[in-house]
């Protein structure tokens, strides 16, 4: 069946360690977005792509990288910047064009040592 | 710039009873909408979606969400819920600028169904 994979579900980090997040789909999805969810305040955007090799931050970028050197692959790394990293990240893929819904992976739930 | 508000950040409900999660938008052009799913520690299912056409849509899990241009509300029912429908639940509104396809989530609403 096709979908999202994000790996690992549970992560933990440690004070002024760098961490990746996986995120593989098998969609065949041209765009992949990456949020981080805080209980009442919804998703927020991070990063997103369309295509291989190019990335627009989002609303909430800083303390964040990722890559997009596949179609497939997109993975996020919370660096030592992000102070308050602690929260659920969700992964998510769609087609181009307006109107397409996003398809989210089951997420990695981030928590500090 | 476009936002979504879900007017309740709880909703409690007897099972078997109707229930009515609301969200109002605000968008100065055409807009997509859509309803979304989360169970615990999951990510999230699409419910459905708004694109054009007839302003009642349907879907899964007997949910259906009506588009109300004028009140720019889009609010998800469902006539009868289960226990098995306790779950938060996110409107969100699609943007599309620059070839760039992006959705703006309300801040969702936990739906709990007590037997």
């Known amino acids: 069946d096709g979908g999202i994979t994000q790996s690992p579900k549970y992560l933990f980090r440690k004070e002024g360690q760098n961490v990746t997040l996986s995120c593989e789909q098998n969609l065949n999805h041209d765009a992949m977005y990456w949020y981080r969810q805080d209980p009442g305040q919804g998703l927020r955007l991070i990063y997103y792509?369309?295509?291989?090799?190019?990335?627009q931050k989002g609303d909430i970028a800083e303390g964040y990288s990722v890559s997009r050197e596949k179609k497939e692959s997109f993975p996020l790394t919370v660096t030592s910047a992000q102070k308050n990293p602690t929260a659920f990240y969700l992964c998510a893929s769609s087609r181009t064009g307006g109107g397409q819904p996003q398809h989210f992976g089951d997420g990695t739930r981030l928590s500090i040592l | 710039a476009q936002s979504v508000t879900q007017l309740d950040s709880q909703v409690p409900v007897f099972e078997e009873a109707p229930v009515e999660l609301r969200c109002n938008y605000s968008?100065?052009?055409?807009?997509?909408l859509f309803w979304y799913v989360q169970y615990p520690n999951q990510g999230l299912q699409l419910l459905l979606k708004?694109?054009?056409?007839?302003?009642l849509v349907k879907g899964i899990n007997g949910f259906e969400a009506e588009f109300n241009k004028s009140q720019t509300s889009f609010h998800l029912r469902k006539p009868s819920v289960h226990i098995s429908d306790t779950a938060e639940y996110f409107c969100a509104v699609s943007t599309f600028s620059g070839g760039y396809n992006k959705l703006i989530f309300g801040a969702g609403t936990r739906l709990a169904v007590h037997p």
């Open positions: 708004y694109l054009s056409g007839s302003t």
């Open positions: 792509s369309q295509i291989v090799n190019d990335f």
């Open positions: 968008s100065s052009v055409s807009v997509y």
